[in-house]
């Protein structure tokens, strides 16, 4: 291909491997470049480069070369956006994470030399260390599970007005032992520590700091005469970043941390470094492959063998395409610096894209610019920064709510905006964690820390999503749309949804509640914006009188208040949303209807009344609670892309059930099984006229996959049940009309369930008791025997550990007190959970599961049919039979609530939610099983 390239010199290292590795060379490569390059090849890049890339803001420098010749170059912008110094090959830019390819090889090469080894331990260099089983090849690959300094370090930990070193985060692991994220070698998760342990190790090896070692062995014999670590002697000549908007970044005090960060380069340089590289003249052809191929727990294999197609080896990232093309790469963002580095190994490419004002652009032309050279990009996804996005699983919701859930697919253009986006390449179980306010606003934050991304840009993206949804759902032209928006982050969101439909020609008058303050920095964004665009349609609400009739059939849009409303709204606010809520009209809400709490009650609050709700990424605790149902109308969860990592590093105490979490709870059937293995249940149910709620356990029991059931009922019972149910087995007790007795034999049981039908006579609830104090698996309890309990409260104290409960709310009342609205009775019940040591299933709309860890989950299967005599007798049967299985009693519970909804669903699909009768929920109950294995 040289033939097609004007003339460029590129003298080789003259130097061998050896002299470099142990003294300066003194004829080193020099890098001359000559011309103006043109061709083919050449034009191809420039044309992409001009318009993708430089037309979008960008403030950097660029070099592309293929072997030994560089076909693009071009240094666009200033040094400093405040002055009139342009950029020029001698501005050196923070490479950031890009620099711990340079740590890699360092280390490599030391072993190489046989100064170390990768399975050399940290204890080795650091006599001591708190944290055993973490070794250099863990550091390099990240496996070692150390927590990311940049986060566990704080106001508690170290005082923000003195710069950290990195003997200082040695210093805070041995005295704070700050959590690591998992076990050594167990997975991969991005930490900036293990690098900043591998410069240390470098320095104790060598006997020199790192910045003068990483001088004298590769930047002075390569010549890499602008390159350089940062040290207190640099300040004077280390440029400045800055952010999207042309901002300062200032320092903090993580700049003086190495080996993770704070290289400064040229592209000039890093071509050299790369040359070096990949010729083999730093380290051997052997320990460059280790440090290019995949590196998993340890140890290397195939990357035809897993996915997803990007993997880190030791110091670098790596991409294989599905036809085995491989791309070896590393880019970084440290404030506003960003750093693209790549090698495409089938054609020699070398690709490096360095700028000093923050834009993601710089990723996406990096990534995109592949495809110049070879077919990389039909169903790959991309890793930038210090981020690794986990493989994602398939999610369907069961039911009520929905998420948008974008497919993976290679990134595709946007064409209501000036810039691409990544797939949504997420693990889809996360959005079923239940956060609270706080934890929402920090999972934004960390977001904009760590993808990188900025707020404004971050509140486009959910624009955007919010946006592509009213379409679908509102697709006529004519639609008269009405957004009232507040002053915080919220409203800066309904002000860009605005100015969007407005881009689509849609009718569109915005309303601003006007507090009398100024509003958020994104607001006030959004607000310059959409005033750019339609002036006109803008209003002010000053005091009721500003209140605009809303017309008929109009489209509300809520954004008034978000996630982050701390106490009731009152006075004007309180009387906008009354305001809405008369209108009659459609109202849409983003994110949380205005006036609703996400995580205490709103009970007796001014709330906006949706009819659609746009929930942010995630959902909210109180869109499962029946108190709010008025509130919420239809509920839609929209993807906008978080990361999923920040819920790895947070306590979370509540959950909504979903197929992946059945799934992993479900046991399949050994083929060669018998009924032995399935357990024996034993239902004490039934009293004179209420024989059907032990017909219909003991039904619900056997289609459970029980293997055997006994039930011990009153006499009156056995001719109804042994002509009702003729699977069962049948046990009388002394009475003919009630239980009165304890039955003997109850220590032979798997399983044993209590309460359907019993009546609350004395005698039967001493038998509850003697039955009790006898039998120590855990049971289940329902209906009377809840009732039997809550007249005699001392009969809790014989619980066995780990039974389950299931009271609807009034039987929760009568053994717990009454309580003020559905968040007290949810807080009690975990608290009492924990306390007694047992499961409390609550049931309702959204039935929780209160767990004696603390744990909670929602279900979210179930419809208003099953509100209906039996269907708790139904779930009883269900629960006792899975328990018998051998299933864990928190698993039995979470399965039989979750099978009990499902059949429901599916009994009402086929009667209506009006016909369906309990039996109905029995009948349907193997179409949910079939469910859970075909999904």
């Known amino acids: 291909m040289k033939n097609i390239f004007i003339a460029a010199g590129i003298m080789i290292l003259a130097c061998s491997c050896n002299d470099l590795l142990s003294k300066k060379a003194n004829n080193s490569a020099r890098f001359v470049i000559t011309g103006h390059y043109t061709g083919p090849v050449h034009d191809k890049v420039s044309d992409f480069m001009d318009n993708d890339l430089l037309t979008k803001g960008f403030n950097g420098s660029i070099l592309i070369a293929q072997n030994d010749t560089v076909i693009y170059e071009k240094y666009h912008g200033k040094i400093n956006l405040n002055k009139n110094d342009s950029i020029n090959e001698h501005t050196a830019f923070q490479i950031a994470s890009a620099g711990k390819t340079l740590t890699a090889v360092a280390v490599l090469q030391l072993i190489q030399e046989g100064k170390l080894t990768l399975e050399d331990s940290l204890q080795k260099f650091f006599p001591g260390f708190p944290y055993a089983g973490i070794t250099v090849r863990m550091l390099l690959s990240h496996h070692s599970g150390l927590p990311n300094y940049l986060y566990f370090i704080d106001d508690s930990t170290w005082d923000k007005t003195s710069n950290l070193t990195n003997q200082d985060v040695l210093n805070i692991l041995y005295a704070k032992h700050p959590v690591p994220d998992f076990s050594p070698g167990a997975r991969f998760l991005y930490s900036n520590t293990n690098f900043v342990l591998l410069a240390l190790i470098i320095e104790k090896i060598s006997g020199k700091k790192f910045p003068a070692y990483m001088k004298e062995r590769f930047f002075d014999p390569l010549q890499m005469t602008d390159t350089y670590v940062f040290t207190p002697a640099d300040s004077a000549k280390a440029i400045y970043s800055f952010n999207y908007n042309n901002r300062l970044w200032q320092n903090d005090i993580f700049d003086w941390t190495y080996g993770d960060k704070n290289i400064y380069s040229t592209p000039r340089d890093l071509f050299k470094w790369s040359h070096a590289l990949f010729s083999g003249?730093?380290?051997?052809?052997?320990?460059?492959?280790?440090?290019?191929?995949?590196?998993?727990?340890?140890?290397?294999?195939?990357?035809?063998?897993?996915?997803?197609?990007?993997?880190?080896?030791?110091?670098?990232?790596?991409?294989?395409?599905?036809?085995?093309?491989?791309?070896?790469?590393?880019?970084?963002?440290?404030?506003?610096?960003?750093?693209?580095?790549?090698?495409?190994?089938?054609?020699?490419?070398?690709?490096?894209?360095?700028?000093?004002?923050?834009?993601?652009?710089?990723?996406?032309?990096?990534?995109?610019?592949?495809?110049?050279?070879?077919?990389?990009?039909?169903?790959?996804?991309?890793?930038?920064?210090?981020?690794?996005?986990?493989?994602?699983?398939?999610?369907?919701?069961?039911?009520?709510?929905?998420?948008?859930?974008?497919?993976?697919?290679?990134?595709?253009?946007?064409?209501?905006?000036?810039?691409?986006?990544?797939?949504?390449?997420?693990?889809?179980?996360?959005?079923?964690?239940?956060?609270?306010?706080?934890?929402?606003?920090?999972?934004?934050?960390?977001?904009?820390?760590?993808?990188?991304?900025?707020?404004?840009?971050?509140?486009?993206?959910?624009?955007?999503?919010?946006?592509?949804?009213?379409?679908?759902?509102?697709?006529?032209?004519?639609?008269?749309?009405?957004?009232?928006?507040?002053?915080?982050?919220?409203?800066?969101?309904?002000?860009?949804?605005?100015?969007?439909?407005?881009?689509?020609?849609?009718?569109?008058?915005?309303y601003i509640l006007e507090p009398g303050h100024k509003g958020s920095d994104d607001f006030q964004a959004n607000l310059s914006r959409l005033q750019a665009s339609s002036k006109k349609e803008i209003h002010f609400i000053q005091n009721k009188t500003f209140f605009p009739a809303i017309p008929e059939n109009s489209i509300v849009i809520d954004a008034l208040f978000g996630s982050g409303l701390s106490r009731p709204l009152e006075g004007i606010n309180a009387e906008l949303v009354e305001h809405i809520n008369q209108s009659g009209c459609k109202v849409i809400s983003i994110d949380i209807p205005s006036g609703l709490f996400i995580d205490t009650s709103s009970l007796g609050n001014p709330v906006i009344k949706a009819t659609h709700t746009l929930s942010i990424q995630t959902f909210k605790l109180s869109f499962l609670v029946a108190e709010n149902s008025s509130y919420t109308g239809n509920i839609q969860i929209i993807n906008i892309g978080l990361m999923p990592e920040f819920l790895s590093d947070i306590s979370i105490q509540n959950e909504l059930v979903d197929e992946e979490i059945?799934?992993?709870?479900?046991?399949?059937?050994?083929?060669?099984?018998?009924?032995?293995?399935?357990?024996?249940?034993?239902?004490?149910?039934?009293?004179?006229?209420?024989?059907?709620?032990?017909?219909?356990?003991?039904?619900?029991?056997?289609?459970?996959?029980?293997?055997?059931?006994?039930?011990?009922?009153?006499?009156?019972?056995?001719?109804?049940?042994?002509?009702?149910?003729?699977?069962?087995?049948?046990?009388?007790?002394?009475?003919?009309?009630?239980?009165?007795?304890?039955?003997?034999?109850?220590?032979?049981?798997?399983?044993?369930?209590?309460?359907?039908?019993?009546?609350?006579?004395?005698?039967?609830?001493?038998?509850?008791?003697?039955?009790?104090?006898?039998?120590?698996?855990?049971?289940?309890?329902?209906?009377?025997?809840?009732?039997?309990?809550?007249?005699?409260?001392?009969?809790?104290?014989?619980?066995?550990?780990?039974?389950?409960?299931?009271?609807?709310?009034?039987?929760?009342?009568?053994?717990?007190?009454?309580?003020?609205?559905?968040?007290?009775?949810?807080?009690?019940?975990?608290?009492?959970?924990?306390?007694?040591?047992?499961?409390?299933?609550?049931?309702?709309?959204?039935?929780?599961?209160?767990?004696?860890?603390?744990k909670g989950y929602f279900n979210n299967t179930g419809n208003a049919g099953m509100a209906t005599g039996g269907s708790g007798d139904v779930l009883t049967g269900i629960i006792t039979g899975l328990l018998a299985q051998n299933y864990e009693p928190v698993n039995a519970a979470v399965l039989g609530v979750y099978l009990h909804g499902t059949a429901g669903d599916f009994a009402a699909k086929k009667l209506s939610e009006e016909a369906m009768i309990a039996s109905d929920i029995i009948e349907y109950i193997g179409d949910a099983f079939t469910r859970i294995f075909t999904q």
């Open 281 to 510: 003249q730093l380290i051997n052809h052997s320990l460059m492959d280790s440090a290019f191929s995949p590196q998993i727990s340890g140890s290397q294999k195939s990357p035809k063998t897993f996915s997803p197609k990007h993997y880190y080896g030791l110091g670098f990232r790596l991409m294989y395409t599905p036809d085995g093309k491989k791309v070896i790469y590393h880019f970084g963002r440290w404030h506003g610096f960003n750093a693209a580095f790549a090698r495409l190994e089938d054609e020699k490419v070398t690709i490096i894209i360095l700028g000093n004002r923050f834009s993601k652009m710089i990723y996406y032309a990096a990534w995109k610019s592949y495809n110049l050279f070879g077919d990389y990009f039909k169903e790959q996804e991309h890793e930038e920064d210090d981020t690794e996005r986990q493989p994602g699983r398939k999610q369907k919701l069961p039911g009520k709510i929905e998420i948008n859930q974008p497919k993976r697919s290679i990134v595709t253009e946007n064409k209501n905006a000036d810039h691409l986006l990544f797939p949504d390449s997420f693990s889809t179980l996360w959005p079923m964690k239940l956060l609270s306010a706080k934890q929402t606003r920090d999972w934004d934050q960390y977001t904009i820390l760590h993808e990188p991304i900025t707020s404004i840009e971050l509140m486009e993206r959910a624009a955007t999503k919010c946006v592509e949804w009213i379409k679908q759902h509102f697709p006529f032209p004519g639609n008269n749309f009405i957004v009232f928006c507040g002053k915080g982050n919220n409203g800066g969101d309904g002000l860009a949804i605005a100015r969007m439909l407005i881009q689509q020609k849609r009718t569109v008058t915005v």
């Open 662 to 854: 059945i799934r992993s709870i479900y046991k399949p059937r050994n083929p060669y099984a018998h009924k032995g293995k399935f357990g024996h249940a034993l239902l004490v149910a039934g009293s004179y006229g209420k024989m059907g709620a032990a017909v219909l356990a003991a039904k619900a029991c056997l289609r459970s996959g029980v293997g055997l059931l006994t039930c011990h009922i009153p006499q009156c019972g056995y001719t109804v049940l042994q002509t009702a149910q003729p699977e069962a087995m049948v046990v009388v007790d002394s009475n003919s009309a009630f239980i009165t007795n304890a039955y003997p034999g109850a220590s032979d049981y798997n399983a044993i369930g209590i309460g359907p039908g019993i009546g609350t006579a004395a005698e039967t609830r001493s038998a509850i008791r003697q039955l009790l104090k006898q039998y120590k698996r855990p049971v289940v309890i329902d209906a009377d025997g809840l009732n039997c309990i809550s007249m005699e409260k001392e009969i809790l104290t014989c619980l066995p550990p780990c039974s389950i409960l299931t009271p609807h709310p009034k039987e929760f009342e009568r053994l717990f007190g009454e309580c003020r609205n559905e968040y007290e009775r949810i807080e009690k019940a975990v608290d009492n959970a924990r306390s007694l040591n047992c499961i409390i299933v609550l049931k309702g709309h959204h039935t929780f599961i209160a767990t004696p860890s603390g």
